[in-house]
């Protein structure tokens, strides 16, 4: 009976096909058995050299407001974008996202791209360490960050090319779209 390795390990990739924005490799590796296999992979074109390796972030941003079901205090929003995604042929409803400029961190992109995308300010509440979103075709890391935006904030209007969405009570009823 042959000895079971205790972990797959990488022996090369190679570029099969380099664009603007993303680049296909093919990757060869030893599975835990031993066994060489060949993986389709697509990495970004940008990010290199980011802290740990992430090229994005992801902005869970929670929007204290007053209640708008005649409660008294607070309740929790959180904020959504809508934008059309090319490679789903779709709109789609996400949170505030983007790339890690050279010299960001998670946490500063995090609160760059939350006020470009939506206007919004906050401070970040945490940043997960690097997070795989789709890690059986891509390479990207990104860190999933929470940001908080006080009460008396705004809807603001200079945005012009993201359509805002926030889901409120969700501590009451999941998450609630509400336009």
């Known amino acids: 009976m042959e000895a079971r390795k205790s972990s797959a390990e990488h022996v090369a990739s190679r570029v099969l096909v380099t664009g603007k924005w993303l680049r296909l490799d093919e990757v060869t590796y030893l599975d ?40 008294q205090g607070e309740e929790d929003c959180v904020v959504f974008v809508r934008q059309y995604r090319p490679a789903v042929q779709r709109y789609t409803l996400e949170f505030p996202a983007g790339l890690v400029d050279p010299g960001e961190s998670p946490s500063q992109a995090a609160l760059r791209e939350l006020k470009e995308e939506t206007g919004y300010t906050g401070r970040v509440v945490s940043c997960s360490p690097p997070l795989t979103l789709d890690g059986g075709l891509s390479s990207s890391l990104c860190c999933l960050v929470e940001v908080e935006v006080s009460q008396g904030h705004n809807y603001p209007t200079n945005i012009a090319s993201v359509n805002l969405v926030m889901g409120c009570s969700i501590a009451r009823a999941g998450v609630r779209i509400v336009g």
């Open 32 to 71: 835990e058995e031993g066994k060489r296999r060949s993986w389709e992979r697509v990495s970004r074109t940008t990010g290199d050299g980011q802290e740990g390796g992430v090229d994005g972030v992801a902005v869970k941003t929670v929007l204290k407001r007053p209640r708008t079901d005649r409660g």
